[in-house]
């Protein structure tokens, strides 16, 4: 077995042995500047050196590859350190040349010199990264195939300004941080062009800081691809390689996702949407893409919203603690597999929200946290660092890098795998300073507020570029006080966003459904009172994941009374809901009433489906989704004033409540009547915008979707009675917990289902 002949220099060698020392024990923030190749001038001569640090290896030659021939290098250090001198003419260009070594085994193998090639990322990208205005800093940072001067090879860049070194590692050198470290570039970030590496390999960064012992592997921020948990390497994947059929649906969507455009959102968390029957294997990208439009299609839902599918790290969990927020999770396959989701998705109609977490990132230590070394990502100020009620991190958003980081972030989804929007988690946490923390644990800011000023115009950037680019994406607010302006332009002080969750009506309803129909008099308030402020700010009707977990029970089992009522009650719900101004969300199961809670370990229940209440149910969904997106008039004007008109709101004694919603036209008009007792009504009067006729299209206590049958007639005439301030009124018969929809077209059951 060949061993190491350590020698003595080259007479001519000008290394300083410190510098050898520095390289061998990897503490090296500048191997470029020893390694690759050199020349000098020496007595008038120009001389050439290569220098090569293969601990691995047992000799090392230099090939020069324009005149084939072979020149041994020296070993001047017993860990593996080479160098191999030869004299040039009067100049000396950049010497084409191979690296030929041999094993300690006796085995051969010739590489490129990965100190041979220039950096990729130029002063200027560094300059603008610096000022936070490098918004496709992905296509740089990362790890990126790449073709430089014929060779293939891999470019590495990775921004660590506090550390004293970082390598590039994976099974391609034997996980040995010594063999490749990274080049430190001004502005902190490192770069190393790797040749022959290919797609799918794995690699980590090797982080040595500069407090003592502290070293450290860690995911690529800016990584594409990622392992397979419970492996956390980074992967390497080419963006360039999928083949996009969805312009048609790029060409239409601004028209599609206007605020006076159809909204009903899908809520989806992948990994227990539905799983393998057999075995409860999670389902691929491929195959929900298929499951998931059928069932939108069919049930009227015009998006999914997905939480997070950016990598993290455990199965039991809803995704937000995102350790790569640049790659989509691989547990439900590659890059370009999620891609042909978001494409089938486009290609049939059905537009794709993602749920993105800038407010905080979790301690993992393969993740974002003390990346370098030093408070990087989050913030060095105790005050502002952690949120202690998640146990995570705060982004540093007042940082250029990282506020680029995350800006870029965006714009890379929307770019790269052509999503058409956002819903932003946790707003409120990152709005106030002293979100979830008491007297004593924050510190106002410079005016001496609560306000975190940072935050505010980080999100104000983050519309605006995304807008920017992108016009007609969607960017949606979970935001859970009374934070003035959201949903406003930041040239009046706004954050920029297209829509807010209207948590106030979620909560005030759900509370309402709660009563015991009995009490429901007295509270009619609670269902009234979100119009006082519905056009504030434009909404969305949220009933999410977070209403069916933690011991907040399913939608149908929130419903009092027997197992009757609670399916009448949540069809009286879905008809208050789709009516209300305001564009629509609701989580998977809620279609089918699920019974129990949702888990983030199992699948929904989906063989509810063949039972008889919870079949009807979901029939009735698909009634309410397909006639919502047929009628302008339930949301044609969701943000403006017109769009709504009370009928009737103090009606307590019988516990009804009416409005009338508007379009563009009187024929658009729909009337919605809600009658939130268990007691039916006959012969109830009330006024309508228009002689008509009038027209139940749909009645949630039909027999087909599990009610009792009592119902109008085919066409409704009304009587000459001015009443609720129209010259006219009609006289219904309203079913025991309730809701109709009436508008001056009749509505087939074939337009319906």
Request: with cysteine; proline share 6%; hydrophobic share 35%.
């Amino acid at each position: 077995m060949p061993e190491r002949q350590v020698a003595n220099p080259h007479p001519g060698s000008r290394l300083d042995p410190a510098e050898i020392e520095a390289v061998v024990a990897g503490h090296h923030a500048a191997p470029s500047r020893i390694l690759g190749w050199h020349w000098y001038r020496l007595k008038g001569r120009i001389f050439v050196a290569v220098r090569a640090f293969r601990p691995q290896e047992a000799r090392v030659w230099i090939y020069k590859t324009d005149v084939k021939s072979l020149q041994p290098a020296l070993c001047l250090h017993a860990a593996g350190f080479f160098e191999c001198i030869w004299q040039e003419g009067s100049h000396a260009p950049q010497p084409a040349y191979r690296l030929r070594l041999q094993g300690r085994d006796g085995s051969r193998t010739e590489i490129e010199d990965p100190y041979r090639f220039p950096p990729r990322l130029t002063d200027f990208d560094r300059h603008l990264f610096s000022e936070g205005r490098f918004l496709r800093s992905w296509r740089k940072l990362g790890a990126h195939p790449y073709n430089i001067d014929g060779v293939n090879g891999v470019s590495f860049a990775v921004w660590a300004p506090n550390a004293l070194r970082v390598s590039v590692i994976g099974p391609f050198n034997d996980w040995d941080e010594r063999v490749h470290p990274m080049q430190s570039q001004v502005g902190g970030v490192w770069e190393l062009f790797i040749p022959n590496l290919v797609e799918g390999e794995r690699y980590k960064y090797c982080v040595l800081g500069r407090q003592q012992g502290y070293q450290i592997d860690k995911m690529d921020p800016y990584g594409f691809h990622c392992q397979t948990r419970p492996d956390t390497q980074s992967r390497i994947w080419s963006l360039d390689k999928y083949e996009w059929q969805d312009q048609n649906w790029l060409r239409q969507r601004a028209q599609r996702q206007t605020l006076d455009a159809p909204l009903n959102i899908y809520e989806v968390h992948l990994g227990s949407w539905q799983r393998q029957p057999e075995d409860g294997r999670m389902l691929n990208y491929r195959q929900l893409a298929h499951r998931l439009v059928d069932h939108c299609q069919r049930l009227g839902y015009t998006h999914v919203e997905l939480l997070p599918i950016m990598e993290h790290p455990l199965d039991q969990s809803w995704g937000y603690q995102v350790t790569g927020y640049y790659a989509p999770s691989s547990r439900f396959g590659t890059p370009d597999d999620f891609r042909y989701f978001v494409d089938h998705c486009h290609r049939h109609g059905i537009g794709v929200l993602l749920d993105w977490v800038p407010a905080h990132f979790p301690k993992d230590g393969h993740g974002l946290s003390f990346f370098d070394g030093s408070h990087l990502y989050e913030h060095e100020d105790l005050w502002k660092r952690e949120h202690r009620e998640w146990d995570t991190l705060i982004f540093n958003f007042g940082r250029n890098e990282v506020r680029n980081f995350l800006v870029s972030n965006a714009l890379f989804w929307l770019e790269e795998y052509h999503v058409d929007g956002f819903r932003v988690d946790a707003v409120a946490a990152m709005l106030h300073l002293d979100f979830a923390r008491a007297p004593g644990e924050w510190q106002p800011n410079k005016h001496g507020g609560n306000e975190n000023l940072e935050a505010v115009a980080f999100l104000q950037e983050f519309n605006r570029e995304t807008h920017r680019a992108f016009p007609g994406i969607l960017t949606v607010a979970e935001e859970s006080t009374t934070w003035p302006l959201v949903t406003q332009s930041d040239h009046v002080g706004g954050l920029g966003f297209d829509l807010k969750w209207n948590m106030g009506w979620m909560h005030d309803t759900l509370d309402y459904f709660k009563l015991d129909p009995i009490a429901r008099k007295h509270h009619l308030h609670l269902i009234t009172f979100g119009l006082t402020y519905a056009y504030s700010e434009r909404f969305v009707l949220a009933f999410s994941h977070d209403e069916v977990v933690h011991l907040k029970k399913s939608q149908l089992n929130k419903m009092p009374g027997d197992r009757w009522q609670q399916f009448a009650s949540l069809r009286l719900l879905t008809v208050y809901q789709y009516g209300h101004p305001g564009k629509k969300l609701n989580f998977m199961g809620n279609e089918f009433a699920q019974d129990g809670e949702w888990s983030e370990t199992r699948s929904l229940d989906w063989n509810l489906q063949t039972e008889p209440w919870h079949g009807h149910f979901q029939r009735f969904v698909q009634a309410v989704g397909r006639l919502y997106v047929q009628l302008p008039a339930l949301w044609l004007k969701d943000t403006l004033q017109e769009g709504f008109g009370w009928i009737d709101f103090s009606d307590k004694d019988n516990t009804v409540v009416s409005f009338a919603r508007y379009g563009e036209y009187p024929a658009d008009t729909v009337v919605v009547v809600l009658n939130m007792t268990p007691v039916p009504r006959s012969n109830y009067h009330i006024g309508v915008p228009h002689a008509g006729p009038w027209h139940e299209i749909l009645n949630s206590d039909a027999s087909e979707f599990g009610g009792s049958g009592l119902l109008n007639g085919t066409a409704l005439h009304p009587g000459p009675d001015p009443m609720h301030g129209f010259d006219q009124s009609l006289a219904l018969t309203l079913p025991p917990l309730g809701g109709l929809w009436l508008h001056s077209r009749p509505v087939t059951t074939r337009e319906r289902l």
